[in-house]
C-alpha cells in the first residue's frame, strides 16, 4: 500500500527551528526522487527542496541556506530540517515523489502537517 505520513508541524516564533519527518513506503523511496511541498492558502502547492536517490540537493532560493532535506534509506524516510524560520514560511507541508505519485490518474497526497510561524 503506497502512504506517505507527514509529521513534525508545529507552532514556531519568527528565528525558530522545526524539523519534518515523512515515512513513505518502501518501494517508492527507494527508486525515487523525494521532495518536500508547501501549500499556502489560496496559492498552488509549490516544491521546496528535493533529494534524488543519491542525495543530490535542490532548495528554492527562499529557503536556500535555511532547509536542509535529507533521506534515511534505512527507515524510508525523508526529513526537512528548518532553521531561521520566517512567517512566510507558514504552511501546510508535503512530502512526495518528483514528479507526484499518481494512482489511477489522480495525484495521491499524505495529510500534511501544518507549520506556522509567527510572534
Known amino acids: 500500500q503506497v502512504q506517505l505520513v507527514e509529521s513534525g508541524g508545529g507552532l514556531v516564533q519568527p528565528g525558530g527551528s522545526l524539523r519534518l519527518s515523512c515515512a513513505a513506503s518502501?518501494?517508492?523511496?527507494?527508486?525515487?526522487?523525494m521532495a518536500w511541498y508547501r501549500q499556502v492558502p489560496g496559492k498552488a502547492r509549490e516544491m521546496i527542496a528535493r533529494i534524488t536517490t543519491g542525495s543530490i540537493r535542490y532548495y528554492v532560493d527562499s529557503v536556500k541556506g535555511r532547509f536542509t532535506i535529507s533521506r534515511d534509506a534505512a527507515k524510508s524516510s525523508v526529513d526537512l530540517q528548518m532553521n531561521s524560520l520566517k512567517t512566510e514560511d507558514t504552511g501546510v507541508y508535503f512530502c512526495?515523489?518528483?514528479?507526484?505519485?499518481?494512482?489511477?490518474?489522480?495525484?495521491?497526497w499524505g495529510k500534511g502537517t501544518q507549520v506556522t510561524v509567527s510572534s
Open positions: 512526495n515523489t518528483v514528479p507526484a505519485i499518481l494512482i489511477n490518474s489522480r495525484e495521491l
Open positions: 518502501d518501494d517508492i523511496f527507494r527508486t525515487s526522487t
